[in-house]
Nanobody, 127 residues
Framework: QVHMVESGGGLVQAGGSLRLSCAAS????????MGWFRQAPGKEREFVAA????????YYADSVKGRFTISRDNAKNTMYLQMNNLKPEDTAVYYC????????????????????WGQGTQVTVSS
């Protein structure tokens, strides 16, 4: 089992920044990749960004490229999402997730492949 806990959400004005954290505990030695997803009211959960735990390759949704940066601290088993130039359309509950099996790049954005999820943290961007 892997336990995931997100933090860092909040209310920010458009153009502002927030940094989300996701701390993993438990069987973290088998982590292959971690990702961020978000779900806005009335919408489906969508991919935001992902990072391979070894090597650090990163992947982003087109909607956040150039504004969001994903990173990880292997020693702390923690993943981060630095969000800059936030827009009202970024308002959502942000979830982190982890997967233990190797994935192709084409699969890393799929929710279905992730094994463990956090409870989510609310990000609200006011206009």
């Amino acid at each position: 089992q892997v336990h995931m806990v997100e933090s860092g959400g909040g209310l920010v004005q458009a153009g502002g920044s927030l940094r989300l954290s996701c701390a993993a505990s438990g069987r973290t030695f088998s982590t292959y990749a971690m990702g961020w997803f978000r779900q806005a009211p009335g919408k489906e959960r969508e991919f935001v960004a992902a990072i391979r735990w070894n090597g650090g390759s990163t992947y982003y949704a087109d909607s956040v490229k150039g504004r969001f940066t994903i990173s990880r601290d292997n020693a702390k088993n923690t993943m981060y999402l630095q969000m800059n130039n936030l827009k009202p359309e970024d308002t959502a509950v942000y979830y982190c997730a982890t997967v233990a099996v190797a994935l192709r790049s084409t699969s890393i954005a799929s929710m279905d492949v992730y094994d463990y999820w956090g409870q989510g943290t609310q990000v609200t961007v006011s206009s």
